[in-house]
């Protein structure tokens, strides 16, 4: 299985597609030209047929606040059922042909390399790049939008990766930070959208949150027990704050926030797509020291 660093800006659609940088105007052009590219026009063109049913999605001045000093952020829609629908109807797709595995970007959380036989807990790295009709779902032009009302018109799309849990999944993110997986030496200014594509509830496996554990931009020490990385001291944990979402909802959290989802204990599947936007890095003061990391096993942030 290939290894991916996290905090490596490259497109989010892949290094195998050409992009006429001087024929594309827009991100609408982008994403057209790339599904395309894929042979996704049927899908790209059902995610625009349902794209008005969405409506606009921002922040109050308050809640900007909140999310900077909390950490998190709880939006109620930022979809709508019409555009669910078919957003559900590729995310299946993806996950029943395993999208990613000949490039080594579909694994099972919980055993990391073995995908060939069944899989408890299926994850798909740069999701967008096998799907980028999904890019110019409302779902993301109102992420785009929320993002820039917290880091400004500068913010970039990083891309982003799909996390299915089935019925009764055993499998669950342990507690890390995003951050443990970046770079030691750089400060990253990053907004991580969980979006729910079905209820989802304090069972179904949640986001949970810590308040407030991302002030200072302190990362907690993490270790790598087998895929992944998680917290080292969970004495750390304090006011933990599930955030169960009705389908179409989002929670939005900071890269230093500590968080985990718990195993889904229902008989629906658990259905979450993430997506990343973010400000380019800046160096530390004082660079931190990351033992966990290792050259041949970068990683990747789990939710």
Known sequence: ??????????????????????????????????AAVRGREAEFDAVLAVRSTVQPATLSEHE??????????????????????????????????RAGRAEGLYSDVTAGEHVEGPVVFPKIHQIYRFAPELVATGLMANARTIARQLF?????FLGGRGMLKPR???????????????????????????FALQDSHADSGVMEFVPGSHLGSVVHAHRRPDQGLELSDLSVLHSVVPCPLRAGGA??????L?????????????????????????????PLHFPWQS?????????
Do not use: K
């Open 1 to 34: 299985m290939a290894s991916h660093r996290f905090d490596r800006r490259t497109p989010w659609y892949g290094d195998d597609v050409s992009v006429p940088t001087s024929r594309v105007r827009d991100d609408a052009e982008l994403v057209g030209h790339l």
């Open 64 to 97: 900007v606040e909140a999310f900077f000093a909390r950490g998190y952020l709880v939006v109620e829609r930022m979809s709508s059922p019409e555009e669910l629908a078919v957003v559900r109807t590729i995310y299946d797709t993806l996950f029943e042909v």
């Open 152 to 156: 400004g018109a500068q913010v970039e």
């Open 168 to 194: 009764f999944c055993p499998g669950q993110t342990p507690w890390h930070q995003d951050a443990a997986y970046h770079r030691a030496e750089l400060v990253y200014r990053n907004v991580n959208f969980w």
């Open 251 to 256: 929670t939005l959290h900071h890269s230093y």
């Open 258 to 286: 500590l968080h985990h989802t718990a195993p889904n204990r229902t008989a629906a599947p658990r259905r979450a797509l993430i997506a990343i936007f973010g400000l380019p890095p800046e160096p530390r003061s004082e």
């Open 295 to 303: 050259s041949s096993q970068p990683g990747e942030p789990g939710e």
